[in-house]
């Protein structure tokens, strides 16, 4: 079993950054992929940014140029650096796990952005 655990959310300004982390802990495979997705009250999850296990990255087109992920010092902590929010951006961001046939989901962070 693989836990999944988000922080660092919290209330910003509009126009100011936070950095979200993903820490994944339990049986984890050698190979695996994080990817940070977020969902805002009455709307679909939506999704943001991926770090595959070789290292290369994937943005959806909203993000980019905005949203940063990376790798900690250690496998098993993945980074969302966000930056320029914005009050749209207001939304739990939740991290998945992802291996083959393995996913599992942490609980999310909530992040507010205030006009």
């Known amino acids: 079993q693989v836990q999944v655990v988000e922080s660092g959310g919290g209330l910003v300004q509009s126009g100011g950054a936070l950095k979200l982390s993903c820490e994944v802990s339990?049986?984890?495979?050698?190979?695996?992929?994080i990817g940070w997705y977020r969902q805002a009250p009455g709307k679909e999850r939506e999704y943001l940014a991926r770090?595959?296990?070789?290292?290369?990255?994937q943005y959806e087109d909203a993000v980019k140029g905005r949203f940063t992920i990376f790798r900690g010092t250690t496998k098993n902590v993945v980074y969302l650096q966000m930056n320029n929010l914005k009050p749209e951006n207001t939304a739990v961001y939740c991290c998945?796990?992802?291996?083959?046939?393995?996913?599992?989901w942490g609980r999310g962070t909530q992040v507010t952005v205030s006009s």
């Open positions: 339990g049986r984890t495979l050698s190979a695996y992929d």
């Open positions: 998945n796990y992802s291996s083959g046939p393995s996913d599992s």
């Open positions: 770090l595959w296990d070789n290292g290369l990255t």
